[in-house]
């Protein structure tokens, strides 16, 4: 642990070199452009071989508590309303408590899932989908029902923090491809075709010590080249703690690049605000760093994502 040196900040990528990068991630994953993506890597063969994973039969949360309090990262945090006629003495026969839900999926705070019409770019959907198919009144193509048999397959959890010696990236911070060769390395482990990776940069660490701040303004997350690693593994899903994208962009007229070249260019349905703070002490103290990982989003059939529980069974 620290032997890995925090590397150079990565450079910035100009309009043209993203360009390149796109198109070249785009060619590569023409085996994810149909309607499940880089889903189509969980083959029955490859689930089957993920529950192999399972030792001790432990469950952990991959997800954070449901914000209902606003915040720096939250001005639009969930509201849970209890609707039950409610007594507190319990008299008057039988009665049901029952609460209703609304929140913003895609905000900086809940842990979701982005759906493969999350993401326009250029006027067009991943796989050339034409944007018009979401409307106001939902998606009719690429929604969160993509994934309504659920995501399970062997997780794979890459510590960046740990391997670097600090206890969490700070914001603006960037995890490169050879972070993630280094993390491979240093958990015994490689990442390998139809893997879910969970990529740690200890946002929820510094968010619970330190307290939230504007993180759509300023945090840790892959800088776009990374994305070349998970392109050469053929990986079916990509999650983090954070956005998965560094704040401020490291790509000149891009805001968010990974997600671009991710959704819109490899198929990969993404996992944000994830934490992780549960399951690395439990790899560390159990030496492995893989596990057998359940994703069931909500069906929503016409939805842009889903808010998500990923459990890891080890």
């Known amino acids: 642990m620290g032997a890995h040196a925090r590397p150079a900040r990565p450079p910035r990528l100009t309009e043209d070199e993203f360009g ?12 994810a452009a149909g309607g499940r993506g880089a889903l189509t890597a969980l ?14 039969g432990r469950t952990v949360t991959l997800a954070a508590p449901v914000e209902t309090l ?4 939250n001005p639009e945090p969930a509201k849970h ?9 319990g008299s008057g026969g039988l009665h049901f408590a029952r609460d209703s839900f609304a929140m913003n999926v895609h905000g900086d705070a809940d842990s979701h899932l982005d759906a493969l019409c999350h993401v326009i770019y250029d006027g067009t959907l991943h796989g050339g989908l034409a944007a018009s198919s979401v409307t106001t009144d939902g998606a009719t193509a690429l929604s ?19 391997l670097r010696g600090v206890p969490w990236l700070e914001p603006g911070d960037h995890v490169t491809a050879a972070d993630l060769t280094a993390a491979e390395t240093a958990e015994h482990l490689r990442v390998g075709e139809g893997d879910l990776l969970f990529v740690r940069v200890g946002h929820r660490r510094r968010r619970t010590e330190l307290g939230p701040w504007h993180a759509a303004l300023d945090r840790a997350g892959l800088h776009p080249s990374a994305l070349e690693f998970l392109a050469d593994r053929r990986v079916a899903v990509l ?21 671009v070249l991710a959704i819109h260019a490899m198929g990969l349905h993404l996992l944000d605000y994830l934490q992780f703070e549960d399951l690395a002490p439990v790899c560390e103290a159990e030496g492995r760093w893989s596990f057998l990982c359940v994703i069931a989003p909500l069906r929503l059939p016409d939805a842009t994502g889903s808010p998500v529980n990923p459990i890891a069974v080890l």
């Open 81 to 89: 309303r209890m609707s039950g006629q409610l007594r507190e003495d």
């Open 70 to 73: 606003p915040g720096p990262d």
């Open 144 to 162: 969160v029902e993509a994934a309504h048999d659920g995501i399970v397959g062997r997780g794979v959890l890459l510590d960046i923090p740990r």
């Open 239 to 259: 999650g983090g703690d954070g956005n998965n994208d560094t704040a401020p962009s490291s790509t000149e007229g891009v805001d968010f690049p990974v997600h």
């Open 43 to 56: 083959t029955p063969a490859r689930v089957l071989a993920a529950t192999r994973e399972v030792r001790t």
């Open 20 to 31: 390149v990068l796109y198109r070249h991630l785009r060619a590569g994953a023409a085996w």
